[in-house]
C-alpha cells in the first residue's frame, strides 16, 4: 500500500484537526479546463472517453496538475448504472443524456436486472485502479455513484427532466412499483461502491442531484430511506483506513438532522444553507463539505477571494470542513477564476 502524502481530506472528514481546510471540487475534471476538451476531441465521445481507462485516468489527473487540490474524484458519469441495466445510454450534443429504453410500468420494472458491476462496469473498476497507481499516494481517491432517485430519474423521464412528472406520477399512484425499480437501485449503487472501493477508492460520494425535487414526506420515503440502505451495506474499511461516506442531496437543507442520522461521515452542502447555520443544526456528527456558489467563479478573483473568506468564517474554527462548491463547477468558468478560488482556500483556511 502506498504511503498517503496528502491525508487532510481524509482527516477533515474524519473531523480531526488539518493545517489547513482541505479543497477539492465537483466536477473538477470538466469542460472548463482545455486540456480536458482536448482530451474528449481524442477519445471520439463523452462516453468514449468513459469508458476508456487509461483516459479516465487522464483526464482526472488534469485539474491535479493545475492546482492544489486535496483530493483527486474518478472521471465517469452516475449514469453508467442504468447503462449497465441495459438502457442504452447516449448523449445528444447540446442536449445532455439519453436512454434508448426506459422504465415506466411494473412490467419494465420487474424484467430489469441488477447487473454484475464487475463486469458490466469494469471499465470503471481499471480507471479507479489505475488512477491509484498515478497517483501513487499524491493525494486521496474519491469514487462516487449517483443516488437511487436521482438515477431513476433519468430512467423513467428517459433522460433530463424539469418536473419528473413521469416518476412523480409514479411515486403517488403506483409507489409498489417505484420501490421496487429504487431497491434495485440501491442493491446495485451498494456493490458498485464497493467494487470503487476494492478497486481503490479512498473515499466514496453518493450524488442525490435530484432528491431537493420532493416533498418532505416523500424525499424520506423515496431518497433518503435507499441513500441510508446503501450506507449500511458499503465497506467501511480498507488498506487499513476507514473508507468515508459523503451524501449530498442539492436542495436538501432542509433535511440535514435526518441526512447526518445515516451513518454518513459527511453531508455536502449546495449554497442556499448557511454553512455555520448547517454546523449548528448537525453538530459534530458528520463532517461538511462545500458550499460557494459555483457562479461566483464568474466573477472577478478579488470577489471570489472575499467570498471564500466569508464561508470560512461562517464555519468558524472548527475540525471538519472540506471546502467545495456548492455544486459542479461550469463549462464557461475561466480556469484562471478557478486558481483563485482554489489558492484563496490554501490561503486563508
Not at 481507462?53 to 483527486?72: G, K, S
Not at 467494487?195 to 420532493?214: K, M, N, P, R
Request: hydrophobic fraction near 40%; include cysteine; charged fraction near 25%.
Amino acid at each position: 500500500m502506498t504511503e498517503l502524502k496528502n491525508d487532510r481530506f481524509l482527516k477533515a472528514l474524519a473531523r480531526e484537526p488539518v493545517d489547513r481546510t482541505p479543497i477539492w471540487m465537483m466536477r473538477q475534471a470538466g469542460r472548463y479546463l482545455p486540456e480536458y476538451r482536448a482530451s474528449r476531441a481524442k477519445a471520439g465521445s463523452f462516453m468514449d472517453l468513459c469508458t476508456n481507462p487509461d483516459m479516465a485516468c487522464e483526464v482526472t489527473m488534469q485539474p491535479l496538475e493545475r492546482y492544489p487540490l486535496d483530493a483527486a474524484i474518478l472521471f465517469s458519469d452516475i449514469l453508467t448504472i442504468p447503462d449497465a441495466m441495459g438502457l442504452g445510454l447516449y448523449f445528444e450534443t447540446g442536449e445532455g443524456p439519453r436512454f434508448r429504453k426506459t422504465v415506466r410500468t411494473e412490467a419494465e420494472v420487474s424484467a430489469l436486472e441488477i447487473p454484475d458491476v464487475n463486469t458490466s462496469l469494469d471499465y470503471v473498476m481499471k480507471a479507479v485502479s489505475t488512477i491509484r497507481g498515478e497517483l501513487n499516494g499524491r493525494v486521496p481517491l474519491i469514487g462516487f455513484s449517483g443516488s437511487p432517485w436521482t438515477l431513476a430519474t433519468y430512467m423513467v423521464e428517459g433522460g433530463s427532466s424539469k418536473d419528473f412528472r413521469r416518476l412523480k406520477a409514479m411515486i403517488y399512484d403506483q409507489p409498489e412499483i417505484a420501490h421496487q425499480l429504487l431497491d434495485k437501485l440501491a442493491q446495485t449503487v451498494t456493490a458498485y461502491l464497493n467494487a470503487q472501493i476494492l478497486s481503490g477508492a479512498q473515499a466514496v460520494q453518493i450524488f442525490d442531484t435530484w432528491g431537493g425535487a420532493l416533498s418532505a414526506s416523500a424525499y424520506e420515503e423515496f431518497s433518503l430511506s435507499y441513500m441510508r440502505q446503501i450506507v449500511s451495506g458499503l465497506i467501511r474499511e480498507h488498506e487499513g483506513r476507514k473508507v468515508p461516506v459523503i451524501l449530498f442531496t442539492k436542495n436538501g437543507g432542509l433535511w440535514l438532522e435526518q441526512m447526518a442520522d445515516t451513518g454518513c461521515d459527511a453531508l455536502g452542502l449546495d449554497w442556499t444553507i448557511n454553512i455555520g447555520d448547517a454546523r449548528r443544526r448537525v453538530g459534530d456528527r458528520v463532517a461538511l463539505q462545500g458550499n460557494m456558489d459555483p457562479a461566483v467563479l464568474y466573477a472577478s478573483p478579488q470577489t471570489i477571494r472575499k467570498e471564500v473568506k466569508k464561508i470560512l468564517t461562517d464555519f468558524g474554527d472548527h475540525p471538519g470542513h472540506i471546502f467545495n462548491l456548492g455544486h459542479g463547477i461550469t463549462p464557461e468558468v475561466d480556469p484562471e477564476h478557478a486558481k483563485a478560488f482554489i489558492e484563496a482556500v490554501v490561503e486563508f483556511g
